[in-house]
């Protein structure tokens, strides 16, 4: 489906714009997360990969950087995979809505940028960020 968001939509998911001085541009989108020890996408994050894929579609100059992160349970070497598989999981679905694979970039991090080490919130690392990046020429 073909629709246009305004600004005050953008804000309230989780789009934030920032212009920097070296007349790049970067969208931050909201992560999406992922169940413990999973790297399939939710049905309740479809939404913000829809509109990553809508921004990306409108601008084709746009790249984007996945970031796959983990809980700290597990060896460093699994978590790696698993961030790992879990931004492949995001970049394959937004291939499936259009996206040419070679704006796609991928990185995991594993557990080594945690948003939070309360264990009661773990579930907030396991996730997939986003940064999309439009380098004016």
């Given at each position: ?116 080490t309360d264990s009661s919130e773990y579930w907030k690392n396991r996730r997939c960020e986003f ?7």
């Open positions: 489906a073909d629709f246009e968001l305004s600004q005050t939509v953008k804000e309230s998911i989780g789009i934030e714009k920032e212009t920097k001085a070296s007349a790049e541009t970067e969208l931050a989108f909201r992560p999406i997360h992922f169940d413990f020890d999973r790297y399939d996408i939710r049905s309740d994050d479809t939404m913000m990969l829809k509109i990553t894929a809508k921004e990306l579609a409108d601008d084709s100059t746009l790249k984007i950087l996945i970031e796959g992160h983990c809980d700290p349970y597990g060896s460093d070497k699994y978590n790696y995979n698993l961030g790992l598989r879990r931004a492949i999981s995001a970049k394959n679905y937004l291939i499936k809505l259009g996206v040419k694979p070679e704006r796609i970039s991928l990185i995991s991090f594993g557990e080594r940028q945690p948003v939070s940064k999309l990046k439009n380098e004016k020429r």
